[in-house]
């Protein structure tokens, strides 16, 4: 069964920086992409970075782009997004996804909210 179980949320002020974790299982991760969403307050989903499972190619969502860098540690199941300069707008549900669609499998989320 798969199994995502994202951490790291919290609430920081703008320009801050936080680094969210996710450990998969239940899947081969080794061979699977991973992206990360959000979803914000009255929103829909939205992609905001992925990662290949070979050479681990990125790719961003021009909002984040520049500030987000997503990782993956293969050899511990888990994938990371490191978040900084934080704005107001990041302010979301952030949640871990098997796969490039934004409907993918996902964990329960990790809220961060970015206030001033």
């Known amino acids: 069964q798969v199994q995502l179980v994202e951490s790291g949320g919290g609430l920081v002020r703008p320009g801050d920086s936080l680094r969210l974790s996710c450990v998969a299982s239940g899947f081969t991760f080794f061979v699977t992409p991973m992206s990360w969403v959000r979803q914000a307050p009255g929103k829909g989903l939205e992609m905001i970075a992925s990662?290949?499972?070979?050479?681990?190619?990125?790719k961003y969502e021009d909002a984040v782009k520049g500030r987000f860098s997503i990782s993956r540690d293969k050899a511990k199941n888990m994938v990371f997004l490191e978040m900084n300069r934080l704005k107001v707008e990041d302010t979301a549900m952030y949640y871990c996804?098997?796969?490039?669609?934004?409907?993918?499998?996902r964990g329960q989320g990790t809220q961060v909210t970015v206030s001033s």
């Open positions: 990662i290949n499972a070979g050479a681990g190619g990125t």
């Open positions: 996804v098997r796969g490039l669609q934004t409907l993918g499998d």
